[in-house]
């Protein structure tokens, strides 16, 4: 089984930054794939940023785009977004999720193909 436990949420400024991780059990044996998602009330889970964990490949949807960066330490089972100039558009819960495929491009996004869910975290931007 694949845990996975989002951390890093909270209140910051517009412009300030703030940075999540997700926690992943033995996701080095298991996954290919490790992507955020946001979601707003009423609305769907909306891709952010993916990461795949043999090659370190990244995507970024246009809107988080020389904001934002993903990362990921393999021994530590533990994939980073760092949130720089932060909006209050960023305003939403963050969830970790993971895949046992390789989502490259025009698949990374799409909320059916990920096998784990973490619980999500809250990030609020505002004065």
């Known amino acids: 089984q694949v845990q996975l436990v989002e951390s890093g949420g909270g209140l910051v400024q517009p412009g300030g930054s703030l940075r999540l991780s997700c926690a992943a059990s033995r996701f080095t044996l298991d996954i290919y794939t490790i992507a955020w998602f946001r979601q707003y009330p009423g609305k769907d889970r909306e891709g952010v940023s993916c990461i795949i964990s043999s090659d370190g490949s990244t995507y970024y949807d246009d809107s988080v785009k020389g904001r934002f960066t993903i990362s990921r330490d393999n021994a530590k089972n533990t994939v980073y977004l760092q949130m720089n100039s932060l909006k209050p558009e960023d305003t939403a819960v963050y969830y970790c999720?993971?895949?046992?495929?390789?989502?490259?491009?025009?698949?990374?996004?799409?909320?059916?193909?990920?096998?784990?869910w973490g619980q999500g975290t809250q990030v609020t931007v505002s004065s």
């Open positions: 999720a993971a895949a046992d495929a390789l989502l490259y491009e025009s698949r990374w996004y799409r909320l059916w193909e990920y096998d784990y």
